[in-house]
């Protein structure tokens, strides 16, 4: 049986006025991977700082690994890796430099540092300074730090936000393998496409609520359109139209659009996440 | 949960990695390289001798030939005439201006010669400033005494007594700074190192800035190394750079033969409190021209105290109050006038109180600009 160790409970944040965080409530299994999208300024990184006890939190609890999470509580920093939005690495140092420090932090006597390198494409860059590093290759150097002291579980904030496409492709994949590994993932993101390819569980914020919270598949079946596009031949021209699955006597309509052998394509068509969003929330994701 | 982090090896950790950080910052390397060269140059650009005659400023009546006589044995003595005693007393306090740096006064009374003579008792007033040492004071007593008996000899054609001494009065104009006449060179000499230490508090001020600015700070805080590890060996690394650079210094303009011990402690002490100010301007500037102003706003007012010491009679309350004036009156007071441990214990004190308000301040405000990253 997996176990909860991710378990947030109506917690709430404000900066002086502005409440940033709403009640906020969610549990995260082991080996589980959590997509939180929300627009930016809807929270997301705010509930990441909590969770990672950067900010303490001022109304609710949270239990990382069924212990409640204490201020610089350092037994759970131990086993929690996390990826900020912001590239914070230490320019003047070189790639290497800058994992042997973080190893330090962490206690760690013993690392490859090649290996984690390379895994992440910079071995050949390993002694360079990371002030000469392009925006992918300081998001891959966040990722290899990241991923230094075999993280239980990963809070990982907008790791793909503004990478071209291989950059992000090569980051999920390395998402994909610790997914493998068994660990658990706490990714915000405001990719859609990101968080349906990645995420068993995802919760839609808005304005520092959660709207939403379910898996992508029971998100798309409840909150989407039960819709069918057909593409059909009217004399020389060909015709493409939506049909509502929802519609009385739409199944008849099909039968005899077949019947008839007009009908060249018919396609499911199923919502998707952004789709769901903006339906929930009224806005788009950006 | 594994084996726990030992927080000694965060912080060694930490400190390491600011000594890798600011010696690859190539503009710290070069002014730092060139701020000392230059201090050294300085200092043996310095005159290292002082003028030795003795500018006397003499108010009297009738004694114009044996000051003469006088001033023609005398050699190193130069006697500068005054209309009134007001005159000469604004002249030695700076009111009124001289051709001559008079900083010692006689003001003989008119009937001097008349009473000497007589063998009777007259009063004699002697004006110094504040740069003036006791023993110039005291010669200028037994300069009197001397005049008198020459006078009653040389008149009565008595060589023996009964001669009655004038009372001599002795009032020091300003803040009385006991000691042996001290070249420039020598009484800048440990104060190279004070500068040195407020430069380096500009360095530490950015290397905190930019780690802020950066949100590096966040990155580390995220592993087991917490906010009171990071505050240590912040704290350790910019007083062991500070204290560093100021020793080096001292080395090589030789200034560590008198009482070594004694100005190494000031400068320690003085090294943590450019960190705690270090502290303040790297936290509280939100960019690097933020700190910059930050740390050119404290350093103005704390380089105030070094030329009071320099130019002395100018230390007034205001500067007396200064966090940097214990520091410089420590420095100065145990090395220039090799003054003991009892003797500087105030100003040890003084800058110890300082430094806690200092460094508490610092840590507060680099903690509450931490939390809001």
New interface residues.
């Given amino acids: 049986m997996k176990k909860v160790v991710v378990e947030a409970k109506n917690i709430s944040y404000s900066y002086g006025d502005f409440l940033a965080v709403k009640d906020v409530s969610f549990s995260l299994n082991s080996g589980e991977v959590l997509g939180f999208l929300g627009p930016n300024g809807a929270g997301k990184t705010t509930v990441i700082k909590m969770l ?1 006890g ?1 900010l303490e939190v001022q109304k609710g609890s949270i239990k990382i690994f069924g212990k409640r999470l204490k201020k ?1 509580d ?2 759970i ?4 890796g ?1 990826c ?1 939005e ?1 590239k ?6 070189t790639a290497r ?1 800058n994992l042997q ?2 190893a ?4 760690i006597q013993k690392y490859d540092f090649d290996k984690a390198l390379k895994r992440v494409d910079l071995a050949g860059r390993a002694d360079d ?1 990371v002030g000469t590093f392009s925006k992918g290759m300081r998001q891959r150097l966040m990722i290899a ?1 990241t991923l230094l ?1 075999t993280p239980d579980i990963l809070f990982l904030d907008e790791p793909t936000s503004g990478l071209d496409p291989t950059s992000s492709q090569a980051i999920r994949e390395i998402i994909r393998e610790e997914m493998e590994r068994g660990a658990t993932v706490f990714l915000t993101t405001h990719d859609m496409h990101e968080a349906d390819q990645l995420s068993h569980k995802v919760a839609f914020i808005n304005e520092g609520e959660i709207v939403a919270l379910d898996t992508p598949e029971n998100l798309k079946v409840e909150h989407g359109k039960r819709s069918v596009k057909v593409r059909v031949r009217r004399g020389k021209k060909i015709e493409t139209k939506t049909l509502s699955l929802e519609d009385e006597g739409v199944g008849e309509k099909i039968k005899s659009l077949v019947d008839s052998k007009k009908l060249l394509t018919i396609h499911t068509e199923e919502s998707n996440l952004e789709d769901i969003f903006i339906k929930l929330t009224g806005r788009r994701l950006e | ?6 927080r000694l ?2 912080i060694f ?2 400190i390491k ?1 600011d000594f ?2 600011i010696f ?2 190539k503009l710290w390397v070069y002014l730092s390289t060139i701020g000392i060269l230059l201090y050294v140059l300085i200092y043996w650009l310095l005159p290292s001798t002082v003028d030795e005659t003795l500018v006397i400023g003499i108010y009297q009546n009738d004694m114009d030939e044996i000051l003469q006589e006088y001033s023609e044995q005398e050699e190193g003595l130069k006697f500068v005439e005054f209309e009134s005693s007001q005159d000469l007393q604004k002249t030695i306090e700076g009111e009124l201006e001289n051709e001559e740096d008079v900083n010692i006064g006689i003001v003989f009374p008119d009937d001097f010669l008349q009473k000497s003579v007589l063998g009777e008792k007259s009063k004699v007033e002697i004006y110094t400033d504040t740069s003036v040492p006791k023993e110039i004071r005291n010669a200028m007593t037994s300069f009197i005494r001397e005049m008198t008996f020459g006078i009653h000899s040389a008149i009565v054609q008595e060589d023996s007594f009964p001669v009655e001494l004038p009372d001599e009065e002795q009032i020091i104009l300003g803040e009385d700074r006991v000691g042996d006449q001290i070249a420039f060179r020598q009484r800048l000499k440990p104060l190279f190192a004070f500068f040195i230490l407020l430069v380096e508090s500009m360095a530490l001020a950015s290397l905190i800035a930019v780690e802020i600015q ?3 700070i ?10 009171i590890d990071l505050l240590l060996a912040k704290t350790i690394f910019g007083t062991l750079l500070a204290f560093s650079q100021a020793v080096i210094l001292l080395l090589l303009i030789g200034a560590l033969g008198q009482n070594p011990l004694m100005l190494l402690a000031m400068i320690l002490l003085g090294a943590i409190m450019v960190t705690g100010f270090a502290f303040i301007s790297g936290s509280a500037g939100k960019d690097f021209m933020g700190t910059l102003l930050y740390s050119v706003l404290f350093l103005i007012p704390l380089m105030v105290p070094a030329f009071a010491v320099l130019f002395p009679g100018s230390a007034s309350l205001w500067i007396q109050i200064l966090p940097t004036y214990g520091l410089v009156e420590g420095i100065i007071k145990s090395t220039a006038y090799l003054q003991t441990w009892s003797e500087v214990a105030p100003y040890f004190l003084m800058v110890i109180a300082w430094n806690i308000v200092i460094l508490s301040a610092g840590l507060i405000i680099f903690k509450n600009r931490v939390k809001k990253l």
């Avoid at chain 1, 330090?104 to 206690?107: D, N, R, Y």
Wanted: aromatic share 10%.
């Fill in positions: 990672t950067q610089e350092s037994e920093r131990k086993r929690i996390v900020f912001e914070n690495l230490y320019e003047n140092m430099e420090f973080f330090k932090l962490f206690g300074r730090r002291n | 949960m594994g084996k726990r982090v030992s090896s965060i950790a930490i990695k890798f950080e690859r910052d950066t949100r590096t966040t990155a580390i805080l995220a592993t087991p190394a917490r906010l």
